[in-house]
Every structure is written in structure tokens, then in C-alpha cells.
């Protein structure tokens, strides 16, 4: 077993694609010693070159570092590198960073912390040529003590974000990111296709739906308000019009290639509200 003091000052990377490469480099660059491991070694090679310890197993990369930095693509391969580890790992902290759901989080902490390390799972909001850079952000869940300890060092990659205690809060919080912009994008791709389909010019269609974007925006703050006061003023429309605008658009999404986008769903919620008396109550209500 490696000196724990000894190692303080080690990190290790697994995986070295692209944001693995990124996170090495800026590492090396400012004077980290760094162990690092790829499924295929070659890979690798270049970054020992520029300084990096090579690891000839997963688990030498371990148990050499205090810091260990899982730059892998999903969970299943997280989860081939911790199948490997069998040993005590007290003193260690192993970070996540892959994109992975809620329930990889759990499982991942819970194989780490059956070790004796303390685990971080990652959320990563950055592209490989901002790690190290304003512009990069990463998110950050688990041990909080764990995040406090390394800090220095996770600041060296991007601003990081301490996000929650529960180990899936930062994969909660980078899905839920990713969800905001699909259902904006997705929701604007559907509407410039029904326009199309109706000979309407959607240049011109675009800048009407431009400020209808906008309208969601500018509300955020209020409909957050709502959510902790649980309060749901109607707004520009209560339930009972929600939902007769939500069933004509059901008919004019009917057949197009991207589908209703789940406004099905939305119908029958609003249906249930207003049979429960609540019709007269704001869009909020439905999440309330």
C-alpha cells in the first residue's frame, strides 16, 4: 500500500479522450503530478511524453494517487475500472466524470464508498478546449467534504460547482440543463415545421417565435417563486384554456416527424387538475 501523505499531492486520470487529454495537459501544466491509464496504452503515450506517469493497470493508477479522475465515456466503462479495484481505499477520492443518469451516480457511490473512498460524481459543461478556462464549469455532488479537500485542484480545470450531497444531484442537474435546451430546440423545430407545411414564410415566422422564447425566459424567476410558494396564479391563461390550446396542438403536431413532443400527457394532467377543482389555477400546477 502507497503512502497516503506521500501520494497527496498525486492525481490519477483514467480515460484519456478527449476532455482526459484536456484535464492531463492543463494538470501537468500547472506542475500536478500525474499517473495516467488507457484501455489502450498507446494513447497514452504523448502524455507521457509530456510528463505524465504511465499506469500500467487501473488499479496501480489507484492506489499510487489520492486523487483519481474518471474521464470515461458512460458509466459502463466506470464501471469495468471499478470492477478492478479490491483493495482498501481510505484517504482516496474518485470523481465520476462521464455523463451518466441518476441511478449510475448511486451505483457508482456506492461501489467507491464500499471501498473506503469518498466519492464526487461529475457533471461536465464544458467542451476540451475550455477545461481550464472561465468559460468551462463543472458540477459537482457526493462527499462534501471531498470537494472542499480537492478544491484547489478543481479549480485548476474550470469554476466548480458544488451542486448536493446526494451523489446523483450533480447528473440530475447536467440532464435537466441538456433537457432545457432539447425541449427549446425541439419545440422551435416543430413549430417551423408546421409552419412550412402551411406555406407560411418561416423567416418571417421565426421572429414571431423569437419573442415567444423570450416570454419563457423573462418568467423564470416568477415561476420558480411559484414553485416554493406553491402558489399558481394563472397568468395569461388558467388550466381550462391551457388545455383547450394544448388539444389543437396535439391535432396540428398529428403525423409530423417529430411527434406531439408529450403534450398527450400534458392534456391529461390538465384534465385531472381541472376535474379536481383546480382549473382556474396557472401553469405552475401542473409540476406543483
Known sequence: MVDINRAASRIAVIGTGAIGRAVVHRLLGAGRDVAVWNRTESRAADLVTAGARRARSVREAVSSSTLILLTLTDYPAVEQCLAQLDTDLSGRTIVG????????????????????????????????????????????????????????????????????????????????????????????????????????????????????????VTAVSATVSELHQAAYPPGPANLTEHLTVVRHLIDLRAGRPLGDGGLPEVAARLDALIAAGRGGEGLTATVG
Not at 192 to 213: C, K, P, Y
Request: glycine share 10%.
Open 97 to 216: 466524470m462521464y455523463t451518466g443518469t441518476a441511478g449510475e451516480a448511486r451505483l457508482a457511490a456506492r461501489r467507491v464508498t464500499s471501498l473506503g473512498a469518498q466519492y464526487l460524481d461529475a457533471g461536465i459543461q464544458a467542451s476540451p478546449e475550455t477545461i481550464g478556462t472561465d468559460a468551462a464549469t463543472i458540477l459537482y455532488s457526493g462527499s462534501r467534504h471531498a470537494f472542499e479537500q480537492h478544491t484547489a485542484t478543481l479549480e485548476l480545470l474550470s469554476r466548480p460547482r458544488f451542486v448536493g450531497e446526494s451523489p446523483e444531484a450533480a447528473a440530475v442537474w447536467d440532464l435537466a440543463l441538456f433537457g432545457v435546451w432539447y425541449d427549446a430546440q425541439l419545440g422551435l423545430l416543430r413549430a417551423l415545421d408546421a409552419a412550412r407545411a402551411a406555406g407560411i414564410d418561416v423567416t418571417e415566422f421565426a421572429r414571431t417565435a423569437g419573442s415567444q422564447l423570450g416570454h419563457v
